[in-house]
Every structure is written in structure tokens, then in C-alpha cells.
């Protein structure tokens, strides 16, 4: 009887992809937070990696260009925005 593990390409596929979603989002919180600072055309590729921690290339993984970066950006604030303020509407 052969025992081991298995190989299982689509599973690391799935957990690398879930991994990406993770960055993305946390790469999108903090550009947020930045935006609120320096304005969404302040908001660069280079500034946003220095605060994270990541490289511009990192980055580019992710966000094809300063513009899809800064779409992405307003759709993350909007729904932070969103959230918190069902999260203070009042219960009946």
C-alpha cells in the first residue's frame, strides 16, 4: 500500500487564489486609509508600496495601472463607507 500525500493541483490553486483575495483586500484597506490622506491622485503605486511593505511590482500584480488601482480604490472606500454606516443606522 503506497501512502503519502497527494498532489492536488487544484487545491493550490484555490488556496493561492484565496491568498491573492487576501492581499488584494488589505492592499485596498490601506490604499483607502492613504487616499483619505493624500487625495486619490496622490495616491501612487511607489507611496502605497512603501506603506504596506510590498514591492511596486507586487503591486502591479494586482493593479495593472495607477488608474485601475485607484477605481479599485473608490469601490473599496464605498463600501467601507457602506458598511459603517449600517453598522450605525439604528436598530428597530
Known amino acids: 500500500m503506497i501512502t503519502g500525500t497527494v498532489n492536488h493541483p487544484s487545491r493550490a ?7 491573492g483575495e487576501r ?7 490601506a490604499a483607502a486609509s492613504l487616499a483619505t490622506v493624500d487625495g486619490l491622485e496622490g ?4 507611496h502605497l508600496a512603501a506603506a504596506i ?10 493593479f495593472g495601472s495607477k488608474q485601475e488601482l485607484q477605481l479599485a480604490t473608490v469601490e473599496e472606500a464605498e463600501r467601507i ?3 459603517d454606516r ?4 439604528p436598530r428597530p
Open 13 to 19: 490553486r484555490r488556496h493561492q487564489r484565496a491568498d
Open 23 to 29: 492581499t488584494r483586500a488589505a492592499i485596498l484597506r
Open 43 to 46: 495616491l501612487s503605486i511607489g
Open 53 to 62: 511593505g510590498m514591492s511596486k511590482s507586487g503591486l502591479y500584480a494586482h
Open 81 to 83: 463607507f457602506d458598511r
Open 86 to 89: 449600517a453598522a450605525r443606522a
